[in-house]
């Protein structure tokens, strides 16, 4: 049976990979390598530091299957012509490579996951938000009547503003259509967007969008039938959420969101609106740092779960992270609400480079920032840039793209896009300078390793805690290691799989060894545990499984992922 628990608040993270005597990978301790030290554990989550060695990938010597090591992709993304600010790579809650600043950088697009995100997630527990909603019933009044009266405004669903399908125009759009109605309404809003005394109501951002955005066909599309990306359907979901709420971004995300070992943004836009209410836009603008942008991630990943609390529901989490059942335009780009995923192999093109899951997930901005994690092997790849100094992208290395001031007033238009890795059409620069490269650096593919069961019930990604039977002496667990999944046999086979409990005060505890569900495929290894131990009757923990794969040459190496964990109350 499951027992959901409505609207929990308050939440963070997993004490995971402290470096202790329960190191899941059997390996001795790591030394630290991170440039930040982690903070001392005092009942919340902190970043731990380990060897990529330990959580097997190359660090800078190739061993195994590495055709590649984390040195190598460093020395890649670092020349100056690249202007890369940070590097970080995170597995299993270690930060295990660290190359570049730490200061908070600008991250464009990247605010969208960071912010956009986890706000609509609180907007759609606790202020009437569901994505099916029209749009309309936050935007209709006043400046933006033609919501509640004139197509396609009156079809546009919040789903649709954040999934890109709405077929409001791109800032970046040529076509006539798109200032036929306003002329000048799209240079307007680039000068509005980061807020300010000047830009106020009624000249204030969103009162320009509601009143003058402008679809992006004619005749015009339905919403959901053609994705063009534009930050203005992001900032209209900003909108209708600090509306529902009542509430600016950032103050949503600081009484609601952030957790222990999580960060804040600096510099979000605030907007003057509606006559004197004040609120933010989360479609760029703001700086944030790597670990503090990585750990927004981890709580998506973990839809939620944090210091064993659920920090909004799982659901509204997984509606937002998920690769299947999304909107079909925006699927056939690799999008589900508002996150980039890797469901068409993106990330993952050649067979070579398919180390990661396509549940893969994350942001990019400005295509010199990229953010993403993948859940079922606990990877996480961070890196920072600006390839333009005062914020704009698409900097040329002879000069500015069209529409971009760059270091004005001596920047003009150029050709030559090398230093934005040739990033023009389906995002090759990030892909082959970090994703496929990273992917190489592995001793051998790493398991996929996910939980199936708690307490007896099939985890749906519905539920914040699953329950024991009444009266059970044991909470009964199982998880799934799937390994070498994309490349064929040969390389790596199960080691075990172990299952580890987090109480948000102490690191994570291993608990036990899983056992070979007979008949079971892809392998499935189960664990009871002591109810006794694991508390009193009403008592609520957090668990996961560390899922190890061993080399077939050289048993001694191995590669674990964690799970993204479970809640389960004892009946």
């Known amino acids: 049976m499951r027992y959901p628990v409505p609207g929990a608040i308050g939440v963070v993270v997993l004490i995971l990979g402290c470096q202790t005597t329960t190191e899941p990978t059997g390996v001795p301790e790591a030394v630290p390598v991170a440039k930040q030290p982690p903070a001392k554990l005092v009942g919340g989550f902190a970043w731990a530091t380990a060897t990529p060695e330990s959580q097997g990938m190359c660090g800078s010597v190739k061993v195994l299957g590495c055709t590649k090591t984390l040195q190598q992709v460093w020395n890649g993304i670092s020349a100056a012509m690249y202007n890369t600010k940070s590097f970080v790579v995170i597995r299993n809650d270690k930060v295990i490579y660290f190359r570049g600043g730490t200061l908070a950088y600008h991250v464009f697009s990247a605010s969208k996951a960071f912010l956009g995100a986890p706000t609509l997630v609180h907007a759609m527990n606790s202020c009437g938000v569901r994505l099916e909603d029209y749009a309309k019933k936050w935007l209709e009044h006043g400046e933006g009547a033609r919501w509640s009266t004139d197509y396609p405004w009156t079809d546009i669903t919040i789903e649709h503003l954040a999934t890109h399908t709405s077929g409001i125009c791109s800032p970046s759009s040529t076509s006539a259509v798109c200032s036929d109605e306003h002329p000048g309404w799209l240079a307007a809003f680039q000068r509005s967007k980061s807020g300010g005394a000047k830009y106020a109501y009624p000249n204030d951002l969103f009162t320009l969008l509601r009143a003058q955005a402008e679809q992006n066909r004619e005749p015009p599309a339905s919403p959901g039938s053609v994705f063009e990306y534009t930050d203005i359907g992001h900032i209209l979901l900003n909108y209708a959420v600090q509306k529902a709420c009542g509430q600016k971004l950032t103050d949503i995300y600081e009484q609601y969101i952030k957790q222990s070992g999580m960060g804040l943004p600096v510099n979000t836009p605030l907007i ?300």
């Open 272 to 571: 003057s609106t509606d006559g004197g209410q004040q609120f933010n836009q989360a479609s760029g603008i703001a700086k944030w740092k790597g670990l503090d942008g990585a750990a927004m991630l981890r709580l998506a990943a973990r839809l939620g779960i944090w210091d064993n609390k659920n920090v909004e529901p799982v659901r509204y989490w997984h509606r937002l992270t998920k690769i299947t059942g999304n909107i079909p335009a925006a699927a056939a780009e690799a999008r589900s609400p508002i996150y980039v995923n890797n469901s068409t192999n993106m990330w993952t093109l050649s067979a070579n480079h398919r180390k990661l899951s396509l549940e893969t997930f994350g942001h990019g901005g400005n295509y010199s920032n990229m953010f993403f994690i993948d859940p079922l092997t606990s990877t996480m790849v961070v890196r920072q840039g600006e390839n333009n100094v005062v914020g704009g992208s698409f900097l040329t290395k002879n000069g500015c793209s069209p529409g971009w001031t760059g270091t004005s007033p001596n920047c003009t238009p150029g050709t030559d896009y090398s230093n934005n890795w040739n990033d023009r059409v389906n995002q090759p620069g990030p892909r082959l300078k970090v994703m496929e490269p990273l992917q190489e650096a592995f001793f051998f593919p790493p398991p996929f390793c996910r939980m199936v069961s708690a307490g007896s019930s099939t985890v749906d990604n519905e539920s914040d805690v699953y329950t024991t039977p009444m009266d059970a002496t044991s909470v009964d667990l199982v998880a799934e290691i799937t390994v070498n999944p994309r490349e064929g046999a040969g390389s790596s086979k199960v080691d075990r799989v172990q299952f580890y409990k987090e109480t948000g005060t102490a690191p994570p505890e291993l608990i036990g060894t899983g056992t070979l569900v007979p008949g079971s495929s892809p392998a499935q290894y189960q664990l009871s545990y002591s109810a006794e131990s694991h508390g009193a009757a009403g008592d609520t923990e957090t668990y996961f499984a560390s899922c190890i794969a061993k080399s077939t040459q050289n048993g001694a190496k191995k590669v674990p992922s964690y799970s993204e964990p479970v809640r389960v109350m004892r009946l």
